[in-house]
């Protein structure tokens, strides 16, 4: 039988000679997956012997590793602003850079206000769920237009012990005659031409439509701005996520004397990523 020290060696060097990038690190992480252990773990039990389950499902992930296919997509759960996400190819992979947006708006709102507030395009629900964790007297709805994201957000709520409506439907169509506080939305927003050029981990494995927001990747915000105010109450805030050089374009879209405030805010990068605005 194979020990741990093993099959590291053999799945890292496999992976290095199919020039996948960061070889060793994906083995251990695969292997920490298979194992149910913590990566540092592995080398406290070097010499242990993997029984056969474990080799057929260490193979079977290494052998969807050279295909490009995601990590996260292997494992099937992110961390996510302390909340565990279960993802699949049915909802785009939450990024780091998301998870930045959901630290500027709990900043923003009072965790004693007893308000509303939307997760549109919410895919795997990661936003709306983080957000109810840490504003637990908010009323929080998710929508959607992919029953199968739903689906899956639905099991995330459920996993992470939140109780939020779920709703179905085309942006903000779900919510005719209603009005919220506080919408926050990541839409599609990669252009077509820039969908093309996307790594294969992305573009062959993760939701087309979750990714691409129209020929020009700002057409949902075009829509946002014509839709938003009749689902807004006064002094109602929306948070977006926007795709790197998209603020000016964006801040024109939303120039209408109807919104109170604007405001850009950087990601880690330092690249224009979130957007947020006031009502009047």
Known sequence: MKSVSEILNVSANFLENKQIERPRR????????VLQCKRIDLYLQY????????LDLMRSLVKRCIHQEPLDYLIGEVDFFGCKIVVDKRVLIPRPETELLVDLIVKKIDPLEEKILWDVCTGSGCIGIALKKRLPKMQISLSDFSKEALQLASENSRKNEVDLEICEGDLLQPFCGRKADFIVCNPPYVSVSEYFSLDASVKDFEPRMALVGGERG??????????LPDFLTSGASVFLEIGSGQGDDVKKIFSSPVWASQQLYL???GKERFFFLEMQ
């Open 26 to 33: 994906l083995a251990e992480e695969l292997l920490a997956y």
């Open 47 to 54: 010499d242990r012997p993997l029984i056969e389950a474990e």
């Open 218 to 227: 700002v057409e949902f915000y075009e829509r946002l701005a014509k839709e």
């Open 267 to 269: 990601d880690w990068s």
